[in-house]
């Protein structure tokens, strides 16, 4: 049986995988900061090499691998420190319905109305139960309203970020033909 450009379409479509969004936390400031500055100078080491002509002077041509060399060495060094001390997090985006269930189990206060007439969910409630449900990681809701009241202001944000962004996240591209 001949399958039809739908049936090859749709196949493919059926394929995709949802989108995710990874969310690293470093136990350590340093460590991230040797990591970052690692990851900057290896990548302007490389870029520098590349844009040496194939005339370049020898000696400065080896010496120029050379630094690439150590600034690589530098690099894996910092990345294994960094993935020693960080956790990774990783957040799926959820099926429409899925979503707009848990939206709805979540109704907004009269409170959220009253601060915001477009309050969609009740956020102290929804926010931990979307992160648990995003979570790829089997995060327990219990967890993530932990999270909510114990976590500095910065990191919460971030792991509400990631659990909802991903909610938002498109895999669309409406171009020009």
Known sequence: MTSTAWETIQKR????????????LCADPDVRDRYQTAKQAAQRAEDYLKSLGKDA????????????????????AA??????????????????????????EHPPTEEDE?????????????APALIAAAST??????????????WALDDWKALWGAAWSVQQRKRSDLGKG
């Open 114 to 126: 009253e601060k915001d007439g477009a309050a969609e969910f009740h956020f102290d409630t929804f």
């Open 57 to 76: 002077d020898k000696d400065a041509l080896a010496v120029v691998r050379k630094q690439t060399r150590q600034a690589q060495d530098e690099l894996k």
């Open 79 to 104: 990345t294994e420190a960094y993935e020693a001390t960080t956790v990774t997090l990783t957040f799926r985006a959820l099926e429409r319905g899925e979503l707009r269930d848990l939206i709805a």
């Open 137 to 150: 990681d089997g995060m327990p809701v219990e967890y993530a309203q932990d999270a909510m009241q114990t």
């Open 13 to 24: 479509l059926d394929g995709m995988p949802k989108p995710t969004q990874v969310l690293r």
